[in-house]
């Protein structure tokens, strides 16, 4: 994940034609579809403030609380460092590319910072990722494909929204989407690390991160 990253930030930052030729095509298109459907523009600003930086915070501090008294230190300090590590890594990403931002007669979002890559974008993919290995082993094998799938058409959507409200190009929120699942990746990878090195035995990420502790995770 972190060579197409590369491959994508070099694109960015020698202005490569076609793509900037893409990006601003979606930007105008979609712009000019939301100046006559106010309904999409409201609908792409839920989903955009669904995935703000606030609404992590409240989420994914609850959830910290909630394995810090379920006693389930591992897993609470994976949630905490990967999710703070991911914004602080767009942070700088950000400020090392300065991409400006999309313009726009008529913005329907004013954002500030630099565009390339997508906070939102990125926060979505490890939100919900982490959220999806942490909770897994307490979801019925039968729900968890439908799970998966849900949480997929959001971050799509979050990602979405960012394009359509002109915060973002299109490479940006792909920019954030494949940096943000490099992140959760390695940070997956250390952790299993971790667990082999405590004498646990090795998981798919598909059973979650911590299979064992189903019982201290299930609210019930």
């Not at 939301?34 to 409201?42: H, Q």
């Not at 959830?63 to 994976?78: E, G, N, Q, S, T």
């Not at 990746?185 to 064992?212: C, M, N």
Request: charged content about 15%; proline content about 6%.
């Amino acid at each position: 994940m972190a060579v197409p990253f590369a491959l994508l930030l070099l694109l960015v930052e020698d202005h490569f034609g076609p793509m900037l030729a893409a990006d601003q095509g979606a930007r105008d298109s979609l712009h000019r579809f939301g100046l006559t459907r106010p309904l999409f523009v409201e609908v792409m600003r839920v989903l955009s403030d669904s995935g703000s930086a606030l609404a992590w915070q409240v989420v994914i501090g609850a959830c910290v609380v909630w394995l810090l008294w379920r006693r389930l230190w591992r897993l609470a300090i994976f949630t905490a460092v990967t999710v703070a590590g991911s914004s602080l890594l767009n942070s700088a990403v950000k400020a090392l590319v300065h991409r400006t931002r999309p313009v726009v007669d008529h913005p329907f979002v004013h954002e500030a910072g630099a565009s390339f890559p997508s906070g939102h974008a990125q926060a979505a993919i490890v939100g919900y990722g982490v959220l999806l290995l942490v909770f897994l082993p307490v979801l019925p094998v039968r729900w968890r494909r439908p799970v998966v799938a849900v949480a997929a058409l959001v971050v799509v959507g979050i990602g979405f929204s960012r394009v359509a409200l002109a915060a973002h190009y299109v490479s940006d929120v792909v920019g954030g989407f494949v940096l943000g699942a490099a992140w959760l990746a390695a940070l997956t990878a250390l952790f299993s690390a971790w667990r082999l090195q405590r004498g646990r035995a090795p998981v798919s990420p598909r059973e979650g991160l911590a299979p064992e502790d189903a019982p201290r995770l299930d609210p019930t």
